[in-house]
């Protein structure tokens, strides 16, 4: 069985920094593509950004360049998404997806390419 497990949300003061991690179980993090989603309360889920072994980060939203920012530890088979300078608008739900792809430069930002997703996890930028 394939699982990933979405930790590191909280409550923070707008401007401050949070890191998620995305621990997998059943697979191995460097075979799959990872996307980061977020879903804010009556909004549609929304890609955040998308990480491979191969082609690192590709952002999907303007609005997280330059603060968000991914990476992998191979060791712990965990991904993290480091999130700096939050804003009130940041507060969602949080959660990071695996799919496998035909293509290496591929990195998908839609919900519905994703196969296997964590609960996510809720970050909370006060106003």
């Known amino acids: 069985q394939l699982h990933l497990v979405e930790s590191g949300g909280g409550l923070v003061q707008p401007g401050g920094s949070l890191r998620l991690s995305c621990a997998a179980s059943?697979?191995?993090?460097?075979?799959?593509?990872i996307g980061w989603f977020r879903q804010a309360p009556g909004k549609e889920r929304e890609g955040v950004l998308c990480?491979?072994?191969?082609?690192?980060?590709?952002h999907y939203a303007d609005s997280m360049k330059g603060r968000f920012t991914a990476s992998r530890d191979n060791v712990k088979n965990t991904d993290y998404l480091q999130m700096n300078n939050l804003k009130p608008e940041d507060t969602a739900v949080y959660y990071c997806?695996?799919?496998?792809?035909?293509?290496?430069?591929?990195?998908?930002?839609?919900?519905?390419?994703?196969?296997?997703w964590g609960q996510g996890t809720q970050v909370t930028v006060f106003s």
């Open positions: 990480f491979s072994s191969s082609g690192g980060n590709t």
């Open positions: 997806a695996a799919a496998k792809f035909l293509e290496d430069s591929y990195c998908s930002g839609y919900v519905y390419e994703y196969n296997y």
């Open positions: 059943g697979f191995t993090l460097d075979d799959y593509a």
